[in-house]
Structures are given as C-alpha cells and as structure tokens.
C-alpha cells in the first residue's frame, strides 16, 4: 500500500532536520556525500559506487569506515523504497555540492521511473538548512514534476562527471542546460577546482590570497573564502583538510598552522589550530604570483570525480582562458 506521505530528498541532515519538522506528513532522506571531492568513478549502479565512496570518506576523515557504510547503504535502501510513497520531492541549492548530489539522483530515477507527476523537484538559489520556517513552506509550493528532459540532462551529466577524463563534463558548458538551471555555474566552478596553470585550484588560489592580504587566522580564513563564493559549497571539514594538505606538505606553500591536523576531539588543539596565525612561505608567494608551479613541487594523486590526476596524467583549467589544458 502507498504511504500518503512525501519523501523528501535532499542535501544533508541541517536541512533535513528543517524540512521535517516544517513539513508534516514527510519522510526525509538526507543523500550526506561530498562528490566534489575523490574518486566518483563510472560504475553501473549506485550500489558498486557507493564502496568506493565509503573508502574514501573514511580515509579522508569522514568517520569510522563502520558508521559511513551503514549510513549510506541505509540511504540506498531508502532510495529503493521510494514506491512506498505517493511522491518523491528533491530539495536541492544552487551550490556544486548540492548540484552533483542531485545529478546522482536524477540519474537513479532516470533507470527506476515513478508514475507521471510524483517525483518533483523543488531548486532555491539560497540555502535551505539557514531558512526560517515560513519561507521553506512557500518553497514547498514551488515544487515541480521533473520532466523527462531534466532526467535525461541529469543522466548525461552524472555520466560525463564520471568519465576518466574531464573533456565531456566541459563540453557541457557549450550545450543548452536550462532544464537544470543552475548546472552551467556548476560545470563551470567543478572545472575551476582542477589544478590550474600554477597548479592551484581556484579554491587553493582563494586560500593563498586571503593569506597574502592577511593577518589571518585559520578560522578567519575559512570564513574569508567562503565569502569569496558566488554559491558557498565547502563545509569545514573539507576546507580543514585542504589547508591541511598546503601547509604540511613536504615543501609547504602556508607557514603558522599550529597542532594540525585538526583534533576535533581535543578541546585545546582545536582552538589552537583554530586561532593560529597564517602566513605564506617562500615557496607559496611564488606560486601565487605565478613565478612557480605549485604541481611541480607535490606528488600529485588525487581525484577529480571520474578522473585520476596523477603527475602524468594532469588535466588543467586555465581560469583566464576557460579552457582544459590536457595532459603533456
């Protein structure tokens, strides 16, 4: 028997908690997975995706390797139960964390369809987790049956975000993306976090500038970038690991980041960490005036959803040209 409630899905638990408690009469299902960052390779289902994810949350300090699995295969269960209820209705923002995650949606629903009219689609260029009560329940009257173009944009796109290269998700930028119109700033700022052509992400760059104009504590900077954001999308825990990574490398480019990485659990360390005092070395004024390239100097192995960048495979964004710069 279909339940007469809604299912909601959207972006994580600050949001979820929001809409439940606004919105009688639902069911929420927060999707809780950062895709901008490591590997989201092109696999047949959500469900041989989802180890890889659980491996990377893990080893990149999401939580206990237990907990993650339990959370997001709990998440695919409920995605699988979505028939029990008489509509589906996606909650998602602007920003490219919410954007992929819809992407990740949109294409599930693509290959496991719903009656006509009941999965809908509610976009807000704002956040939802931050929105007072009153405004979520007008939101909530903006919701939209999702049509089939928007399904398959969505498919073409999650596939093309997932390729071992980043060309097809460029090539978007040129087609017409207005069934999902926030996906062109999307594919746009994605492109902007592979290295560019002094091997910083746009995000890095932001991060070595706000240093350079400083004074600046860890935490000052962190609100600092987040400003710099047409669609903020980091949270804190990525931006932490971040900086992590330019200043503890074997040659960094940032100098005074006491007690990292962060210990959350440590009250002390954490403030310290927190309220340290940042400055750029030698070697990252170099690059951020564009005398070195920051690529040359670390041992690059990371990914870029479907893409592995690896010093002989180091696919590039030129920011001033809007282009892929390929591979040597």
Same mark, same amino acid.
């Given at each position: 028997?279909?339940a007469t409630?809604?299912?909601?899905?959207?972006?994580?638990?600050?949001?979820?908690?929001?809409?439940?408690?606004?919105?009688?009469?639902?069911?929420?299902?927060?999707?809780?997975?950062?895709?901008?960052?490591?590997?989201?390779?092109?696999?047949?289902?959500?469900?041989?995706?989802t180890?890889?994810?659980?491996?990377?949350?893990?080893?990149?300090?999401?939580?206990?390797?237990a907990?993650?699995?339990?959370?997001?295969?709990a998440?695919?269960?409920?995605?699988g139960?979505?028939?029990?209820?008489?509509?589906?209705?996606?909650?998602?923002?602007?920003?490219?964390?919410?954007?992929?995650?819809?992407?990740?949606?949109?294409?599930?629903f #693509?290959?496991? !369809?719903?009656? $006509?009219? /009941?999965? =809908?689609l509610?976009?807000?260029?704002?956040? @939802?987790?931050?929105? +007072?009560?009153?405004?979520?329940?007008?939101?909530?009257?903006?919701?939209?049956?999702?049509?089939?173009?928007?399904?398959?944009?969505?498919?073409?796109?999650?596939?093309?975000?997932?390729?071992?290269?980043?060309?097809?998700? #460029?090539?978007? !930028?040129?087609? $017409?993306? /207005?069934? =999902?119109?926030?996906?062109?700033?999307?594919v @746009?700022?994605?492109? +902007?976090?592979?290295?560019?052509?002094?091997?910083?992400?746009?995000?890095?760059?932001?991060?070595?500038?706000?240093?350079?104009?400083?004074?600046?504590?860890?935490?000052?900077l962190?609100?600092?970038?987040?400003?710099l954001?047409d669609?903020?999308f980091?949270? $804190?825990?990525?931006?932490?690991?971040?900086?992590?990574?330019?200043?503890?490398?074997?040659e960094?480019?940032i100098?005074?980041?006491?007690?990292?990485?962060?210990?959350?659990?440590?009250?002390?360390?954490a403030?310290?960490?927190?309220?340290?005092?940042?400055?750029?070395?030698?070697?990252?004024?170099?690059?951020?005036?564009?005398?070195a390239?920051?690529a040359?100097?670390?041992?690059?192995?990371?990914?870029?959803?479907?893409?592995?960048?690896t010093?002989?495979?180091?696919?590039?964004?030129?920011?001033?040209?809007?282009?892929?710069?390929?591979?040597?």
């Open positions: 028997m279909i409630t809604d299912l909601i899905i959207t972006n994580g638990d600050a949001a979820g908690e929001l809409l439940r408690r606004v919105l009688p009469g639902t069911e929420v299902l927060p999707w809780r997975d950062v895709l901008h960052e490591g590997p989201v390779p092109l696999t047949a289902t959500l469900e041989e995706l180890p890889v994810r659980v491996e990377y949350l893990a080893g990149a300090g999401g939580g206990e390797i907990a993650i699995e339990f959370e997001l295969t998440r695919n269960r409920g995605l139960m979505n028939a029990d209820f008489g509509r589906v209705v996606l909650w998602f923002e602007h920003d490219l964390y919410d954007q992929l995650q819809l992407l990740q949606v949109l294409d599930w #693509a290959t496991n !369809s719903r009656a $006509d009219g /009941t999965l =809908l509610v976009q807000t260029d704002d956040y @939802i987790g931050r929105q +007072e009560p009153e405004v979520v329940t007008v939101l909530a009257t903006t919701a939209t049956p999702v049509s089939q173009v928007q399904l398959d944009l969505g498919r073409q796109a999650w596939a093309a975000f997932r390729q071992k290269t980043p060309e097809a998700w #460029a090539q978007l !930028s040129d087609e $017409d993306l /207005t069934a =999902l119109p926030f996906l062109k700033p999307t @746009i700022r994605m492109l +902007e976090e592979l290295p560019g052509t002094d091997g910083l992400s746009r995000t890095e760059r932001q991060m070595l500038a706000m240093i350079e104009s400083g004074p600046v504590t860890s935490l000052e962190f609100v600092a970038v987040q400003d954001e669609a903020e980091m949270g $804190d825990w990525s931006f932490w690991r971040l900086l992590d990574s330019l200043a503890l490398a074997e960094p480019m100098a005074g980041l006491e007690s990292a990485p962060l210990q959350r659990d440590d009250e002390e360390l403030k310290a960490y927190l309220t340290s005092r940042l400055s750029l070395t030698s070697l990252g004024k170099a690059v951020l005036a564009g005398g390239d920051w040359a100097h670390h041992g690059v192995d990371e990914w870029w959803g479907g893409t592995h960048l010093e002989d495979a180091l696919w590039r964004w030129d920011q001033v040209c809007a282009q892929l710069i390929a591979p040597e």
